[in-house]
Structures are given as structure tokens and as C-alpha cells.
Nanobody
Framework: QVQLVESGGGLVQPGGSLRLSCAASRAIFSSYAIRWYRQTPEKQRELVTLITTDGTTTYADAVKGRFTISRDNAKNTVYLQMNKLKPEDTAVYYC?????????WGQGTQVTVSS
């Protein structure tokens, strides 16, 4: 069963922090990379970061040095620690994975950065 559930979004001031979670089914978590995307009405969907099953990570230039992705194998959960948040980070954040030709998405969690 493919299931991805995001949580942890909210409203924060510029410079603040949030930690997002993506809970995956065990089969997905153990076999496929997990990606975080974000999307706004004004911009195309953007790949923020990804983590492979062995823990290798990749970050978009816009978030390098501020965001950290990690995996908790015991909980089948991927985390996105977001620090030094900026207004331009405001978006709906989605976790995603690809299984064969199919893309699977969580429901999304809203992150708003505003003073």
C-alpha cells in the first residue's frame, strides 16, 4: 500500500523554524527515495530536497544551509527541518515518491512565513 502523510506546517515569523514530517508505508520507505516539493499559486512546483534509502541527500540551491532532510527508519518517517525561514519559503509542501511509472503524493501541509 502506498501512503504518504505530511504534517508539521504552520505560521512562523521570518527567521523562525518548523519541522515537517512525512510518514510513509514501510514498503515505500524501505525501497524508494522520498522527495519534498513545494508549490504556490505564483510558481511552478519546485523540488526542495530528496533523500535516498541509504541516506544520500540533495537540496535545491534556495534552501541549502537552511533545510535538512533526514530519515527515521524505526518510524518509517522522513523529516524536513526548516530553519531561517524566509517569506519566499511560503508554500504548500508535499512529500512524494515514484514507484515504477507512477508518482505518489501526500496531501500537503501549508507553510506560511510572515511577520
Amino acid at each position: 500500500q502506498v501512503q504518504l502523510v505530511e504534517s508539521g506546517g504552520g505560521l512562523v515569523q521570518p527567521g523562525g523554524s518548523l519541522r515537517l514530517s512525512c510518514a510513509a508505508s514501510r514498503a515505500i520507505f524501505s525501497s524508494y527515495a522520498i522527495r519534498w516539493y513545494r508549490q504556490t499559486p505564483e510558481k511552478q512546483r519546485e523540488l526542495v530536497t530528496l533523500i535516498t534509502t541509504d541516506g544520500t541527500t540533495t537540496y535545491a540551491d534556495a534552501v541549502k544551509g537552511r533545510f535538512t532532510i533526514s530519515r527515521d527508519n524505526a518510524k518509517n518517517t522522513v523529516y524536513l527541518q526548516m530553519n531561517k525561514l524566509k517569506p519566499e519559503d511560503t508554500a504548500v509542501y508535499y512529500c512524494s515518491t515514484q514507484v515504477g511509472r507512477a508518482m505518489y503524493w501526500g496531501q500537503g501541509t501549508q507553510v506560511t512565513v510572515s511577520s
